[in-house]
């Protein structure tokens, strides 16, 4: 049914400008490769549970470049995954147990608020230990190589943006729902089983529950593409633990400096945050960018944002230039942000899209 409502999602296939823009991410789709975490639950970890953080960050440096070495070859065709033995404690595993000790004084934000959320305390983000969910569903309105996708809304957010459209969830009007690793494991795996081309982790922002997200795929057992849609504002250590987990990363580029970073979202130090885990987000998985166009910010905004992707990730990247703004929340409080996007905004963001060389763009 869902090639009915969504054809572009089967040409989008074959389209090999959008083929480009992605090294492994819809070899995975269509099962020709092997998603990470399945790979990353491969490799043997000697480690223990009472080795101090930085002992297990040094095996998880050397693990990650075996992982690499590892994914290289089962792609290539070298190594026969399936004969592959499993391990009693992972890589994958060794990412779990420094995301739990994280928690300890929590780092996984740009924030790093060094608050002790296994002990219950929260901080602003205001995530505890226990992951609440507002919704998960197969979601047919992401870009058409998303689509369709397995969408698992979570409560909270680490970032506040006075438009946010998501605000119910991201700032916690919502109760939420407990939910168990094993039984959204079970829900993940019913959804690839159903033709759900991805496992799509949302929010508010998925980052301040990354430990719980890594619990999850621990117990996920059919090759389905992890995608991270996210704010872009985490910490290193959130990066390194991303790798050789997720599969496509989805960044919401908002800002082209700090100052407006600042002024609507509360999040100092949002451009060189973000642009970092683009950088490596590049290096260690694919990238798909979304800009959501806001109005009277060309100038400060979507043209830094645009020319940035185009000098330092290249023209390939797949990027998503968006014009669904409208007024949410406490946009009142931003003067500039109570009216739509015009026509000729978005426009000119496209032709300057054009102009600097970026070649694989959706809308």
Sequence with gaps: M?????PDSCRVLSNQKVRRGYKR????????????????RKIPADYSENDPLEKLWAIHEQLTKE???????????????????????SYFDLKVEIARQMLKSCRLCERKCNIDRLAG???????????????MFEHLGEEPEISPSFTIFTLGCNLKCRHCQNWTISQWYEAGTLAS?????????????KGCRNANIVGGDPTPWTYHWLEVFGHVNVNIPVFWNTNGYYSEECANLLTGFVDIYKIDFKYGNDECAVRISDAPNFFKACTRNLLMAKEYGDVLIRVLLLPKHSECCTKPILSWIAKNLGPATRVNIM????????????????SRLTRQ????????ADEVGLENITT
């Design 2 to 6: 869902w090639n009915l409502l969504r």
């Design 323 to 338: 014009d669904q703004y409208r007024p949410e929340w406490r946009a009142y409080e931003v003067p500039e942000l109570l």
């Design 25 to 40: 991410y819809l070899q995975i789709v269509e099962d020709q490769l092997i998603a990470k975490f399945l790979i990353a």
């Design 181 to 193: 690793s094993e039984n959204l494991a079970k829900a993940i795996e019913r959804a690839r089983k």
């Design 67 to 89: 992982y690499y070495d590892m994914e290289k070859r089962v792609d290539q065709s070298e190594i026969d995954f399936k004969e592959l033995a499993v391990s009693e404690r």
């Design 345 to 352: 905004e978005f426009e000119e963001a496209l032709k300057f």
């Design 121 to 135: 305390k929260l901080g602003y983000c205001k995530c505890g230990n226990q992951l609440l969910v507002s919704s």
